[in-house]
């Protein structure tokens, strides 16, 4: 009895440091946003706290009547949806190639398609905004050569959108093709063998064998990625501040600017929590979707 | 069968200069005098070699003080951080304790919650204890993390009790426990993890630009964002602050690379 | 007068006047010349909608829509590039940037430019800017009251002012420093000194920033763009910024009912 109580009291040692640091600078943060939503704490409120007021679930009702806010969900959602499945499918390519048993070098390929993944997005959204001018752009220069006209990427309010997809599947690929080929290299090889008996050809193969055995890794790497990608930030902060037209304007931008820059902290913590809500609710349903497939 | 080879390596030359090019020409207009990078064609290689934009950044606007703040905020987080969250581990993976699954799954589960959420808090929180503005604010919020310590037990996982259980038998107090036999078994996944947390310390944007406020506290990403501003029309030195920025993490990444992947393999494996 | 510089320069792509559309200044100065009160009931309503106000904004709104001025911004990285290279011809800014453009406007140049104070609308110039700059305050709570004085008034001296017009040509706030040869001499800046006179503030209250800054910004480029017309974006600027002064109305209230 003695000894498991020591025991139990050590256990407790080692995970009081990292507990209470989550418990006080997660935890707590989170619940206080919560109650923070339902205030107007504003700049005037932070020099006098007497100035706060509590506002019910104003906050949320101001959303909904929100153009701006809806711009920006819609944003958010059209980078999610266009920028997810593209970078899982240009992720899904490369692992299949590097996977083939055909491929050379495949170390170096590797290195070199993760390289983008490491880096500093805030530096490599500062390098993509110069490939995208309109005059010197690297972009628009080869554009040029195969005789197409050139695109002002980042000016214009129907290609500003595209121009961020664009970059973040560049950037991003590597990470899920490294998770696809560790799934493509679980795969049994009698499996292949049996569907190459049964006379099926490459595409069949990929259809039968390769993608319904990869369905758990697919799950996985999509719920991170659309997490991921609904905290879209640096990008339009960097390249766009969230224009033109406010058509980069992106949830957490949004949040960023009403808390951070204007000091509306009931606002922007009610944004924080619809942000929450979206992402839980898109775990929850590709979950349920994969069980039922 | 030839032909198919051949496609395919003409299919992954391709793709990896595209996935290059960026790179290419940030490094080449860092080389360049003002004004040179701005111009139709784009040039791939300096026409005239110079250092003349790292001078600048380095000596005229201080970003060596940056990335000093940005090298020792990395360094610290991923310093404490492995410390903290390899005792939350050793507890998890290692003792039967009350409510041990209870307060594991609590912690996994609320992995979805995004941090921006705790960010005004938190903001308010440090304000509040005069911190604002002080390596502190970064180095705080990032004592621990759940992330770090799944991916600690997930490795300890494989670690036999028996070891443990004989450690005990011969009289070694649980700290020696730890320190002797359970540290040096996980080395691996504590390098993965220090390598992690050392790359998202140093890439990390929102956060520091929230709580860092002015030139001397910056880290490299929003001493950059912040140049930005002003430098518009200046690729030249741009494209050297990003070379600056991205450099030592290509570094770290290219010496530890093994230990990043297999690190993103064992984070992905479902529960 | 931009129409006829429009014409000398048909061909190519140029434009008279650089009216960044995310820059809410020359809106408010010009809104400031028509007489109109930015804000109204001790700035707690917006009075954008406001005749005044209209006149001023359709007035530069339609810059763009004649393609006096360009709606991007990615095209003018350089402004001071464009300008030499006479993409652009005029632009409304500061002191601040006169060091900048003498860089640029070298050789044949040099001579070719020169600052002006700004036009008003009945054509006597100069018409009202905007007072900018900052101010040097001083905390109740400072613990230094003596030593901060003592800085305050340091800055305020002739020569640290002209010193700081050296490093980044700051104006001068002290009169005294303007009888300095240093800024009689530079032609440039003698625009300036005459606009100087002519000038009036902003509301100064907290949420002004946000005001300026988020949603005149946001609804020039609306209008500019032609996404919506100059009543329906005044209308909703007005809207945007009653919704942000209403804490401030309540505020206020507070306070009478305080002293009652």
């Known amino acids: 009895m003695v000894r498991l109580f020591t025991r139990d009291s050590a256990a407790f040692v080692f995970l009081a440091p990292a507990l209470s640091a989550i418990f006080v ?67 899904l390519g490369a692992a299949l190639a590097l996977n083939s048993k055909l491929a050379m070098f495949k170390p170096i390929f590797r290195l070199t398609f993760f390289m983008p993944v490491v880096t500093t997005l805030v530096a490599i959204a500062i390098v993509w905004r110069f490939i995208y001018h309109p005059n010197f752009g690297v972009i628009n220069y080869f554009l040029g050569l195969i005789g197409l006209h050139p695109i002002d990427w980042l000016g214009d309010p129907n290609w500003a959108m595209p121009a961020i997809i664009l970059m973040a599947v560049w950037k991003n690929f590597g990470y899920n093709m490294i998770i696809f080929i560790a799934g493509l290299q679980s795969i049994p090889e009698y499996l292949y063998e049996a569907a190459v008996i049964e006379g099926a050809n490459g595409w069949q193969q990929f259809k039968s064998v390769t993608l319904p055995m990869l369905a758990p890794t697919t799950l996985f790497v999509s719920i991170i990625t659309m997490i991921g990608f609904f905290q879209l930030f640096a990008e339009p902060y960097i390249m766009t501040q969230g224009g033109p037209l406010n058509k980069t304007l992106s949830i957490v931008l949004y949040m960023y600017n009403e808390g951070f820059r204007w000091w509306n902290m009931g606002y922007s913590a009610a944004i924080a929590f619809v942000l929450f809500f979206i992402i839980f609710t898109g775990t929850i349903v590709q979950l349920k979707l994969q069980n039922k497939g | 069968m030839y032909t198919k080879k051949t496609f395919l390596h003409i299919l992954l030359f391709i793709s990896a200069i595209l996935t290059l090019a960026p790179f290419v020409w940030m490094l080449s207009a860092s080389f360049m005098y003002d004004g040179h990078a701005s111009v139709y064609p784009p040039r791939f290689i300096p026409d005239q070699f110079t250092l003349i934009q790292y001078k600048n950044l380095l000596a005229r606007l201080n970003l060596a003080r940056n990335f000093f703040n940005s090298l020792f905020l990395a360094l610290s987080v991923s310093l404490i951080s492995l410390l903290f969250n390899s005792m939350a581990a050793f507890a998890f993976a290692k003792y039967r304790f009350k409510w041990k699954d209870k307060i594991f799954n609590t912690l996994l589960a609320s992995m979805i919650i995004p941090a921006q959420i705790t960010m005004l808090p938190l903001f308010l929180m440090l304000r509040y204890m005069g911190l604002v503005n002080t390596y502190f604010a970064i180095i705080i919020p990032g004592m621990a993390n759940i992330f770090g310590i799944f991916l600690i037990r997930q490795y300890a996982q494989s670690i036999p009790d028996s070891l443990i259980e004989a450690a005990r038998i011969d009289g070694a107090s649980e700290f020696q426990i730890f320190k002797e036999i359970f540290l040096p078994l996980i080395v691996p996944i504590l390098v993965t993890l220090a390598l992690f947390t050392f790359l998202g310390t140093w890439n990390d944007f929102l956060w520091p630009l929230i709580v860092l406020n002015n030139d001397s506290m910056y880290t490299l990403p929003v001493a950059l964002a912040n140049l930005m501003g002003e430098h518009t029309k200046d690729p030249e030195l741009m494209m050297a602050g990003s070379v600056i920025t991205i450099l030592p993490v290509v570094f770290v990444f290219l010496f530890l690379q093994r230990y990043y992947i297999s690190g993103i393999m064992l984070g992905s494996i479902k529960e | 007068m931009s129409r006829k510089i429009r014409r000398q320069y048909a061909q190519g792509e140029c434009y008279p006047l650089y009216l960044p559309i995310n820059e809410w200044a020359p809106f408010i100065i010009f809104g400031l010349q028509t007489g109109s009160e930015l804000l109204k009931d001790n700035n707690t309503y917006g009075n954008f909608s406001s005749p005044a106000f209209k006149k001023a904004f359709a007035f530069l709104i339609d810059f763009y829509h004649q393609g006096l001025a360009p709606t991007g911004l990615t095209q003018v990285t350089n402004i001071y590039k464009a300008f030499s290279q006479g993409y652009i011809a005029m632009y409304i800014s500061g002191p601040w940037n006169v060091p900048e453009f003498k860089k640029w406007m070298k050789g044949d140049l040099a001579d070719q430019w020169m600052t002006a104070v700004l036009p008003s609308p009945d054509g006597e110039t100069p018409g009202y800017s905007i007072a900018g700059g900052s101010s040097l305050v001083m905390n109740r709570y400072s613990k230094h009251k003596k030593e901060a004085w003592k800085f305050i008034e340091y800055l305020s001296t002739v020569s640290s002012q002209l010193t700081l017009f050296k490093l980044q040509s700051d104006l001068p706030a002290v009169k005294d420093a303007w009888n300095d040869t240093l800024l009689l001499k530079d032609p440039y800046m003698k625009a300036f000194y005459n606009q100087f006179r002519y000038v009036k503030s902003l509301p100064k209250i907290p949420e002004w920033e946000q005001i300026a800054f988020s949603k005149v910004q946001q609804y020039v480029e609306y209008a500019a763009r032609g996404k919506m017309t100059v009543d329906e974006a005044l209308k909703k600027l007005d809207e945007d910024v009653n919704k942000i002064l209403e804490k401030r109305r309540w505020l206020l209230k507070q306070k009478v009912h305080g002293k009652d």
């Open chain 1, 25 to 91: 600078f997660f935890f707590i943060p989170v619940f206080a946003s919560f109650l923070i939503g339902f205030t107007d704490l504003d700049i005037y409120a932070l020099g006098d706290l007497s100035k706060v007021r509590f506002v019910g679930i104003e906050n949320y009702a101001r959303l909904l009547k929100d153009p701006l806010f809806w711009q920006a969900l819609f944003n958010t959602f059209y980078f999610v949806i266009v920028a997810a499945p593209l970078s899982i499918a240009v992720s």
